[in-house]
């Protein structure tokens, strides 16, 4: 497809059932932005072409610092977590906006980096434990400075860690796999925020721990042992883990929502409707999977209600109770079975499989889904694409909706692999690239080289234009973007630098501090005049 077409498909797709503009302050500021820019022209961005070398390249009019690395101390017991993704920044104070909580998901750790396990021997129980830790998430505490840079502020009474080590409780009426609590969270990928300001982490690769079972003749059997080998040490069941966690702030307090289901979820972003009930979109990371939706039956409730499954050819969404269906009835004993074995009951009632649902935003000016579909290589789908869903009415409780792909991957448009996406202020759309580092500067993704940020205009002579305005250091890929609440400052995480690196002496990368320095994943803040001219658009 050439480029003067998508362009011309994503900008028709901007002003479709488009809100007046006069009328969206609070739809555009949400919970935690505290602005809305006035009514300029938007500058000319001119973006960076894409780039191999092992640095955090920005382009002209945009800077970063680091707030936090992998190994920080964070309390005088707790420290930084790895592989940092997903992030959202929480005020502690609505009318003080430079400062607050940063949550940060630590998806997974490289062994060879955490424990010092190389694979020539077998991983000790202590080596398990120090992988465990470094795994979870963390809160920690962060202002501006006078000179604009956020700092950590170490030691804060809010600063804590949630890991794979956390005792966290199931929200359900009955026992997940014979127990109320499951010892810890892993896999935190993407995540979202409640409209009451908790944190929403989400368990996406879980079967690479304890690893999974399947049923045959109604009983449990091995699918697949977990890749880091924890279960050698520790036999925690595999149903406790693919939940989608909540995790408050203010006590880090957590609990597994089981009305959500269990997959490989990648993100969970709620709408709160008129009436203060929730609908929760949400997509299961891998590919040939499903996209998923919970309506609640009472206000600001994740347990009661009804979880739905996307029927893209049908344009419809197929409900998953337990109660109402004779196939999930003929298939599965009771709904937390359903719950439980969610790949396989949405599946049965006519989900569409997807080319790896990942995140989900909902458009601040039209309301539409946005749904990133990032590969689908069993059908020779290298480049993926973004997915629009027009709920109908723009009701997001509504049970039928339009959809069409309005931006596909491809050296046409310059991107590949669309990952996280936020949208900022002015409604500007950003969105991060997941080129798996196996993969990466070959063929098909040569052209691509190192992963990378885009930035999409929503007015003005580049709306539709897909820019880069970030590229990533080597083996890595920038995750979690969130936007602190005046705009000026994009909150950024640097995720698996030096990921493919074969021992510490074969080092592909020194990220963040050069020379022969070992990588660390870290989270920066993005500033800078072109960030502050964006801003200009309304």
């Known amino acids: 497809m050439k480029k003067s077409i998508q362009r011309r498909t994503f900008l028709e797709f901007l002003g479709k059932g488009a809100l007046s503009l006069s009328v969206t302050p609070t739809l555009l500021a949400g919970k935690f932005f505290t602005s809305i820019p006035t009514n300029k022209d938007l500058p000319f961005v001119k973006g960076i072409k894409p780039s191999d070398k092992d640095i955090l390249k920005l382009a002209n009019g945009l800077n970063f610092h680091i707030i936090a690395r992998w190994g920080d101390s964070i309390t005088p017991t707790e ?13 502690l104070d609505d009318s003080n906006p430079d400062e607050g909580l940063l949550w940060v998901n630590h998806e997974y750790v490289d062994p060879l980096f955490v424990s010092a396990f190389d694979g020539s021997a077998e991983k000790t129980k202590e080596q398990v434990e120090k992988e465990q830790y470094n795994v979870g998430g ?10 604009g840079k956020w700092e950590m502020i170490e030691n804060a009474p809010h600063n804590r860690r949630i890991s794979g080590r956390t005792p966290i409780p199931f929200n359900w009426e009955e026992p997940i796999a014979g127990k109320t609590e499951a010892i810890g969270t892993l896999g935190n990928c993407s995540g979202g925020v409640t409209p009451w300001g908790t944190i929403l982490t989400c368990e ?3 079967d690479q721990y304890y690893g999974e079972r399947n049923f045959k003749n109604g009983e449990r059997v091995p699918a697949r042992i977990g890749d880091f080998g924890w279960y050698k040490h520790y036999d925690f069941p595999p149903e406790h883990y693919g939940w989608v966690v ?36 949400t997509g299961d990371d891998a590919i040939n999977q499903c996209l998923y939706k919970f309506i609640s039956s009472k206000p600001g409730s994740l347990s009661e209600g009804t979880l739905y499954v996307a029927n893209i050819l049908l344009n419809r969404w197929e409900s ?9 009835q003929k298939l599965f004993k009771n709904q937390t079975e359903v719950l439980i074995r969610l790949r396989e009951a949405a599946r049965s009632i006519g989900g569409t499989p997807l080319d790896r649902p990942e995140d989900i935003e909902i458009d601040p000016i039209n309301g539409n889904v946005l749904v990133s579909l990032t590969n689908n290589t069993s059908v020779n789908n290298y480049y993926g694409s973004i997915l629009k869903i027009e709920e109908e009415n723009n009701d997001h409780a509504a049970l039928t909706f339009k959809s069409e792909v309005y931006l596909a991957g491809g050296v046409e448009t310059g991107f590949a692999c669309p990952d996280n996406m936020a949208f900022d202020l002015a409604g500007n759309l ?6 798996s580092g196996s993969l990466m500067n070959k063929e098909p993704y040569k052209e691509f080289k190192n992963n990378g940020l885009f930035f999409v205009p929503r007015k003005g002579a580049q709306a539709g234009e897909v820019i880069q305005v970030a590229s990533a250091p080597t083996d890595a890929e920038l995750t979690g973007p969130w936007f602190a609440p005046d705009g000026k400052t994009l909150f950024l995480s640097v995720q698996h630098p030096g990921e493919y690196s074969l021992s510490m002496n074969q080092l592909t990368s020194h990220w963040p501090d050069g020379g022969e320095a070992i990588p660390k994943p870290a989270v920066v803040a993005i500033q800078g005049h072109l960030l502050e001219e964006i801003l200009q658009l309304y």
């Open 138 to 147: 963390s809160f920690i505490h962060i202002r501006k400075k006078k000179n």
């Open 430 to 435: 950003w969105f991060t690239s997941d080129i």
């Open 246 to 281: 909540e995790v408050d702030p203010k006590t880090g307090q957590a609990q597994k929502h089981v009305a959500l289901g269990r997959c490989a979820h990648e993100c969970a972003t709620i709408k709160e409707l008129e009436d203060g009930r929730l609908v929760v979109y």
């Open 204 to 206: 996406e690769n879980y």
């Open 320 to 328: 998953l109770n337990y109660e109402e269906s004779p196939v999930l």
């Open 79 to 91: 420290t930084f977590g790895f592989n940092n993704d997903f992030t959202a920044f929480i005020p």
